[in-house]
């Protein structure tokens, strides 16, 4: 269909003109000349489009104006809405606006608009998977899976998680498989499918084994792998394995307090923070769709933006809360034993988020939680303390200090 007619021929030429200019136009321009453009040629310009307003979005000026970014990500995703199903670039582009659509429908605290969102993205990805845009069939779901999970509705979280899974089998070192696996496990288990959860986390174990023994994946990995299934194994009454599975992760750690890492690794601080943050789950209320809350197993940078204001705007209160036990001589020490334990995790996860240097301002946290486990005399929460204080000292590279440490732990919690 000719659609030049509809357009005004002095528009169209100042919109090519534009794009023709000297350097690189301004996005503000881009989105001007494609706005004319993709009326007179869709199949080319619309894509064009697209982008141009997904990346006005990102523009400095309006990074502290969510309902701002929102206009544009809103025009982005109806504008994505109308590429061409011929074009083979279709799904990657929609899927692409539509995440950053739900992005900012979340951060605005329209949830239920954004639910729809996620729903029509993996709609999306079905699609493009079904007609050969897209190589995995997954593709598009895993933003549905973290707002399922935000809102308590577990077991179809499971299920997506373990559709992704099961196309990206058979599982082999290299295949970076930790973070849908995780996502997965935390699903399954919060759903009340431990012994799957258990048998979902084994097999992750058993891929970052090979992994590294081809040196594909860094030990303290591994570690803190081993660390999370001996404190799974332990809930569901497996004591002999769990102490087993803590005696493996004991000789990795003379390992590396011997060698150190084999081999140089770029920051590896959301393994640990994530696991860190799966393992305090139970002392977190309960999500639901009026009160949703993380969806822990996930990474953090995939938990919707209302979500993860919230659970560290938590931070404040807290700590309040935990002076306030503090300076109370008739205050339950259990309680603020617990209380503090939910403060060292949310604590940690906020810092690893901000900063990749964690020594000096976890470690105060991290001790004062081993000290309030002391003064409580029982040896399995003095376990978990002093298991907690080890794998963040593995993450500082403190190795010496987090063999000590969870050697403790170990005469603590095996029996």
């Known amino acids: 269909m000719d659609h030049a007619e509809k357009v005004d021929q002095d528009a169209v030429l100042r919109a090519r003109t534009m794009l023709l200019e000297s350097g690189r136009p301004s996005v503000a321009r881009q989105v001007e000349a494609y706005r004319v453009l993709a009326v007179v040629s869709p199949l080319t310009y619309v894509p064009k489009l697209v982008q141009a307003l997904l990346s006005a979005s990102y523009e400095p000026e309006i990074r502290d104006l969510p309902e701002a970014r929102l206009a544009w990500r809103t025009e982005a995703a109806a504008t994505a809405r109308r590429v ?50 897209v190589q995995h069939p997954a593709y598009g779901h895993w933003p549905l899976a973290v707002v399922l999970a935000e809102e308590g509705r577990h077991g179809e979280a499971a299920e997506i998680c373990g559709r992704e899974v099961d196309a990206e089998r058979p599982l082999t070192p ?38 590294v023994a081809a040196e594909d994946k860094a030990l303290a990995i591994q570690i803190w792998q081993l660390v999370h299934l001996a404190g799974m194994l332990d809930a569901a009454g497996s004591h002999g394995e769990a102490g087993a599975i803590r005696q493996e992760a004991l000789a ?4 590396l307090d011997l060698t150190g890492e084999p081999k ?25 769709a009026d009160a949703p809350g993380p969806a822990f197993g996930a990474a953090l940078l995939q938990w919707s933006p209302d979500v993860r204001k919230a659970y560290f705007d938590g931070l404040g209160p807290l700590e309040d ?18 209380l503090h334990r939910r403060l060292t995790v949310r604590t ?6 901000r900063s990749h240097r964690i020594l000096k301002p976890l470690r ?52």
């Open 264 to 288: 140089s690794w770029s920051n590896i601080l959301s393994w640990w923070s994530t696991l860190l943050a799966l393992s305090g789950r139970s002392a977190e209320p309960t999500p639901s």
């Open 364 to 415: 105060p946290v991290f001790d004062e939680r081993v000290a309030l486990a002391r003064r409580l005399a029982e040896r399995e929460e003095l376990g978990r303390a002093l298991t907690d204080r080890s794998m963040f000292l593995v993450a500082a590279k403190q190795y010496g200090e987090a063999y000590d440490d969870f050697r403790e732990a170990c005469t603590l919690l095996d029996r």
């Open 84 to 133: 061409d199903e011929s074009d083979p670039n279709r799904t990657e582009l929609l899927v692409r606006a539509l995440d950053a659509y739900r992005f900012g429908l979340y951060e605005v605290g329209r949830r239920a608009e954004g639910m729809a969102v996620c729903e029509e993205m993996a709609e999306a990805g079905r699609w493009g998977f079904e007609h050969g845009q």
């Open 321 to 338: 809360q935990v002076e306030a036990l503090r300076q109370d001589p008739s205050s339950s020490l259990p309680e603020l034993v617990g």
């Open 174 to 211: 290299g295949d970076n498989s930790f973070w849908s696996l995780v996502e997965w496990t935390a699903a399954l288990d919060a759903a009340g499918r431990h012994e799957a959860a258990l048998d979902a986390f084994a097999e992750l174990v058993e891929v970052t084994r090979a992994e």
């Open 348 to 353: 940690a996860v906020y810092r690893e988020r």
């Open 252 to 255: 990795h750690l003379a390992e």
